[in-house]
């Protein structure tokens, strides 16, 4: 943290809807080392123009959405890294959008191994085609085409690759959104998607056992690997990031065997290996290409 530096704060309690007119003073700085800054060289006893260029932007999936302007992981084209199309359920009246590999109609199956990605030049073009649009109707189908509503934040010096400047947040996409929606999957609360005949749902009986076994553990567990955990099945409100990871990765495999049919807890045990090797302090070029078979197959599996 002795790195950072904090460059605003946006006060809440709402987000703002134009992320780039909180950012404007940054991105003056921004354009201003592009430039380059008049810095004196004590080594050579020369001026010489200091530059400096913003790579990366890094931010929860909201905030990302704000970032890159576009319509975000509700939207029928959602995603900011590639071009896959959702899809809803048309005989439901929830008309929340997701993203399965194949579609339930058949029509349509995603080669995981090649997605359409998106090219920093989409947001370009969508942009021009939304200016050059003549009425608001136009305006929005197009953004609901493309998934894109206008040029970014943070555009004006141009070093940022939107397509591969924006690292996806791994906190919030894995640790406060799948395993959420995974133990809530087991427990049979999933937005009113599951019901008590789902072979994947574990008895109230042995979730409450499953409750006070992570309580007791935790009591022996170093506070300098976890922080305290209380009993996630009578209340989740305390469980941040830090304690659905570790929960997950270290003490869900126990918890769950035998409790968790097995092909589910197989799976379950898959991603623990996933979220194990991408939290790993190094990682060599091998492990990547083994880790995106690994992903990809479960991925698979979870759609069956």
């Given at each position: ?287 990547v290409d083994e880790l995106e078979e690994h992903i990809i197959q479960w991925v698979q599996r979870y759609e069956k």
């Amino acid at each position: 943290m002795g790195r950072l530096i904090c460059v605003g704060v946006i006060p809440g309690p709402k987000g703002p809807k134009r992320l780039d007119t909180f950012v404007s003073p940054f991105e003056d700085e921004c354009v201003s080392l592009a430039y380059g800054i008049k810095t004196f060289d004590c080594t050579t006893r020369d001026y010489f123009p200091l530059r400096g260029y913003q790579l990366f932007f890094l931010a929860d999936i909201v905030a990302m959405e704000k970032g890159l302007n576009i319509k975000g992981h509700n939207a029928k084209c959602p995603c900011r890294s590639c071009r896959i199309r959702a899809v809803n359920d048309p005989n439901s009246k929830n008309k929340t959008y997701y993203v399965p590999l194949f579609h339930p109609s058949g029509q349509t199956a995603w080669d995981p191994k090649n997605l359409p990605l998106r090219s920093h030049g989409d947001w370009c073009r969508a942009t021009r085609a939304i200016e050059n649009a003549s009425t608001k109707k136009d305006k929005e189908a197009i953004a609901q085409k493309t998934g894109i509503k206008g040029m970014p934040a943070f555009s004006r010096v141009g070093s940022l690759n939107y397509a591969r400047g924006m690292p996806w947040d791994f906190m919030h996409l894995l640790f406060e959104n799948v395993v959420k929606n995974l133990f809530n999957m087991w427990m049979g609360s999933f937005k009113n998607l599951t019901s008590e005949n789902e072979d994947f749902i574990i008895p109230a009986d042995i979730w409450k056992k499953i409750g006070k076994e992570t309580v007791n553990a935790v009591k022996y567990i170093p506070s300098q690997f976890v922080r305290s955990v209380k009993n996630l099945v009578d209340d989740q409100t305390t469980m941040n990031a830090e304690a659905w990871s570790f929960w997950f990765m270290y003490m869900a495999p126990i918890l769950l065997k035998n409790r968790l049919v097995e092909k589910y807890y197989r799976h379950a045990c898959d991603l623990v290996t996933i979220m194990k090797m991408c939290t790993q302090f190094s990682i060599t070029r091998e492990e990547v290409d083994e880790l995106e078979e690994h992903i990809i197959q479960w991925v698979q599996r979870y759609e069956k």
